[in-house]
């Protein structure tokens, strides 16, 4: 079955501590995508990549950190920077071009207390 | 103001009643419309994609886009229960490398 999975579906951390978000994919799609979502606030963007090796900044970056050494894998590092970082965070790929295409996620719930 | 303006609802409407959901938007470089579909605790689902002006049918549903109002709709006819969930509107321009999305309508459909 070709999908994007994400792993854990939640996760829980205390303050101060950095945590990492897993993104696999076997769709064979170049661009890759992070995004938070809060209550009321749609979908934003952290993160997107796509080429192995090279992403961009989103609208809401700062905190967080990614990187894209395969093209199957698109992990976020979620930083003790990062102000507010409860929230739902998706993974999604697209081939590059059709970026109206985004095929998601799961998703994985993070709480830090 | 927000690019993209979509009423958060929740809506609520008996099963077989069509519905209709909105979105605004400001940016008039914007051609490429879409609305995900995402039921809770899920990943969005891409339900309609439409270019520029128009109408486009897929079984149940009708997206329609009119630029000149800067306004998309989604109708779902027949609703059903399983039609249930949070709908989200997109949309980017030509050149774009992202997408710009409403924050979604909570729609429930009451058997």
């Given at each position: 079955d070709g999908g994007i999975t994400q792993s854990p579906k939640y996760l829980f951390r205390k303050e101060g501590q950095n945590v990492t978000l897993s993104c696999e994919q076997?769709?064979?799609?170049?661009a890759m995508y992070w995004y938070r979502q809060d209550p009321g606030q749609g979908l934003r963007l952290i993160y997107y990549s796509q080429i192995v090796n090279d992403f961009q900044k989103g609208d809401i970056a700062e905190g967080y950190s990614v990187s894209r050494e395969k093209k199957e894998s698109f992990p976020l590092t979620v930083t003790?920077?990062?102000?507010?970082?409860?929230a739902f965070y998706l993974c999604a790929s697209s081939i590059v071009?059709?970026?109206?295409?985004q095929y998601f996620g799961p998703g994985t719930r993070l709480t830090v207390t | 103001q927000k690019e993209v303006e979509q009423d958060p609802g929740p809506l609520s409407v008996p099963e077989g009643a069509i519905v209709s959901l909105n979105c605004t938007y400001?940016?008039?470089?914007?051609?490429y419309f879409m609305w995900y579909r995402q039921y809770s605790r899920k990943g969005p689902e891409l339900l309609m994609y439409t270019y520029s002006s128009g109408n486009k049918e897929d079984g149940r549903f009708t997206a329609q886009v009119d630029k000149s109002s800067k306004y998309i709709s989604l109708f779902i006819r027949?609703?059903?229960?399983?039609?249930s969930a949070t709908y989200l509107c997109a949309m980017s321009s030509g050149s774009a490398r992202q997408l710009t999305f409403g924050s979604g309508t909570q729609l429930t459909v009451l058997p």
């Open positions: 076997n769709l064979n799609h170049d003790s920077a990062q102000k507010n970082p409860t071009g059709n970026l109206g295409e | 400001s940016n008039s470089a914007f051609q027949d609703s059903q229960p399983s039609d």
